[in-house]
């Protein structure tokens, strides 16, 4: 893109769904994780760069009182995505009487 020298460029960074900003890069230097950015007094050539990452979100998995869950711990899910979860009952099986 092309500016006129001495004069300023902003640029406005978004995130597709799911996602969030992680960094923005300003000639090769990061800036943080901003949502926007401007050239000021524009009279060189310049870089912008942005790094996104997925939401993420953290189940904390655990069973109790006879029976397991898998996985089990703390599950990392992006957002919007499925988590499948295997719970399996412990079973008890008593006798009524001995014959």
């Known amino acids: 893109m092309s500016v006129d020298d001495g004069t300023n460029q902003t640029f406005d960074i978004s995130p597709g769904s799911g996602y969030q900003i992680a960094d923005v890069l300003v000639d090769d230097a990061s800036v943080g994780a901003v949502s ?21 979100f953290t189940l904390t998995v655990s069973a109790s009182g006879g029976g397991t869950v898998n996985p089990a711990g703390d599950v990392m899910v992006d957002d919007g995505s499925d988590q499948v979860l295997t719970l399996l009952p412990v079973m008890v ?7």
Do not use: G
């Open 36 to 56: 926007s950015y401007t050239f000021n007094d524009v009279l060189t050539a310049h870089t912008i760069e942005a790094d996104f990452s997925p939401i993420t």
């Open 93 to 99: 099986i008593t006798s009524a009487a001995n014959f």
